[in-house]
């Protein structure tokens, strides 16, 4: 039995190495690349149904892979480039970054997306004109019929002390509502859109007990046991809990 154990433990330990290490595959099957082939565009068109919505909201905002595809399609133009930039660091700064780092990241947006030439500068320090700052908001600047000079004046005015969370909302709900238009229509029928359906296809596969590779038991419960398991596709180490039916129904009754 202490034999069994040193075994099942090196080889777990071996699939994590695998998995974290620089290799080729990564700890994927050697079919890796069968399990992840995409469907042919025509008809992956099917998986548009899958939406409960064919929204921006749905397609876009709440799909990880829809967010990182929809970001690639508006890399292609710079006015989508810029508004699209400026709604993840907006996200970023209201929902992720430390406190003691909300103001920076504050007056960074402000530089880089909403203002022309002066950077906003901390309370106890002068403002000043930097060339190399001025080259760099034109080049991510929103256009300017997104821009109410009224609520940029605000938000100058809130940089100069403690910066609320939510003082560019305004803002991002005008851009989000700008990109959720013309610019998400042109999205479904780009080839970006095609390739999130294609992963739709790849999140509908049915998994069987050959999806994962199995190694030793992590803990048992009173229905079952939790086992490291390995996808044989992507090479990712997940914990797999194995419930036994029997048990759990003649407890019940």
Not at 127 to 152: F, G, M, N, W, Y
Request: net charge positive.
């Amino acid at each position: 039995m202490e034999l069994e154990n040193i075994v099942a433990n090196t080889v777990y330990l071996k699939a994590r190495e695998a998995a974290d290490g620089e290799g080729k595959r990564k700890g994927r099957s050697r079919k890796w690349k069968t399990l992840m082939k995409f469907g042919e565009e025509v008809e992956v068109q099917i998986y548009r149904k899958e939406f409960p919505e064919l929204n921006y909201d749905h397609v876009v905002s709440k799909s990880p892979i829809g967010r990182l595809l929809f970001t690639d399609f508006c890399n292609e133009l710079d006015e989508l480039r810029c508004c699209n930039k400026f709604l993840n660091d907006v996200d970023n700064y209201e929902k992720l970054a430390p406190e003691e780092q909300r103001l920076s990241l504050a007056q960074k947006i402000y530089s880089e997306c909403l203002c022309d030439e002066i950077t906003v500068q901390p309370a106890d320090s002068e403002c000043h004109i930097d060339t190399d700052v001025r080259s760099v908001k034109a080049d991510s600047k929103l256009p300017d019929h997104l821009i109410d000079v009224s609520k940029v004046k605000e938000v100058e005015e809130k940089l100069l002390g403690e910066s609320p969370r939510y003082i560019y909302s305004q803002t991002a709900s005008a851009v989000r509502d700008y990109l959720s238009g013309e610019p998400f229509s042109q999205y479904l029928e780009s080839k970006y859109f095609t390739r999130q359906l294609q992963w739709k296809q790849l999140e509908k596969k049915p998994i069987g007990k050959h999806t994962f590779r199995h190694y030793r038991v992590l803990g048992k419960g009173g229905f079952g046991e939790v086992c490291a398991t390995q996808s044989r596709a992507s090479g990712k180490m997940y914990a797999e809990k194995k419930l036994n039916k029997k048990r759990i129904k003649k407890e019940k009754s």
